[in-house]
DNA sequence: TTTCATGCTTGTAATTATTACATCTTCGTG
DNA sequence: CACGAAGATGTAATAATTACAAGCATGAAA
């Protein structure tokens, strides 16, 4: 929890109750989570927590590169404790996102492509899980 | 039009008003367009036109991968009428999204990682458009 | 050609994710 | 302790999408 706190001063922010419960929720819960399994995943402990500081802060936590952000299951962003790029599989059957083996593309060495800048790079694979699989065999194809 | 309604019937869909100038408005706009879009530009001609056939359409027509799909900007999904796999740039600044010559990453040719079936591959680079960086130059950084 | 069944389209209502905003609280400083 | 700014909260508003019931179109069967 002090390294959380530290995590949140070395940027210059303050460390309030609700940031640090934040920050540590997506440390120990490296499963890119939605807004909605944050606040459920916190509100038991801080009965006052409000959705509302959970987006501020996340939005927050972007600006200063704390966090990262994803979009891969289209309809609700996610958030990753990890900052260091790395590629994301999402399972459409069970909806898990998990991160893959880092599949290192060319693009995210250059700075530019045709004339663009690029600041991200997300690459986002999408099928069925391992577990899905195995689960499905003799099932429904 | 007589290709566009080829399209349609090659995949065993029946070719009515509206799918064929769904598809006919994805052919001509290669902006990958968010259903809002769609809906502006053929309400014009066809004023009974529902919100509701452009998702069902769009659904039906990802279905049977006549079309794909993106999730790129965040909020809203984007309709893309090139199926073959490319990569795509967002601009935070005027929001355009468009094709980039193809990255060709590890990944796509690879059926599996760790276990999990890979059907689809999105990679989405973000950052700022050669427009918007010309614009934008002695302006703010 | 009428009849009928089925698939397609429409409009409205409901849901879900997110943002806006006014108010209340907390916390460091003097 | 008093003040002021930053932070947190709750409610209302928006935006995207889905659910659903009802109407419409089309093509095969009679
Ligand atoms: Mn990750
Ligand atoms: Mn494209
Ligand atoms: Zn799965
Ligand atoms: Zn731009």
Known sequence: MKLIQDKLESKGLRSSQQRMKILQYLDQHRTHPTVEEIY???????PTLS???????LQLFLEHALISGLTISGSESRFDFETTPHSHFFCKECGVVMDVEKVD???????VISGNRI???HLYLKGVCKNCLTKSKGGKK
Do not use: A, F, Q, S
């Not at 459920?40 to 801080?46: D, P, Q, R, S, T």
């Not at 593309?105 to 700075?111: D, I, L, Q, S, V």
């Open 40 to 46: 459920n995943g916190l509100v038991k402990e801080m």
């Open 105 to 111: 593309c060319p693009c995210e060495n250059r700075g």
């Open 119 to 121: 600041d991200e790079v």
């Open 51 to 57: 959705r509302t500081t959970i987006y501020n802060t």
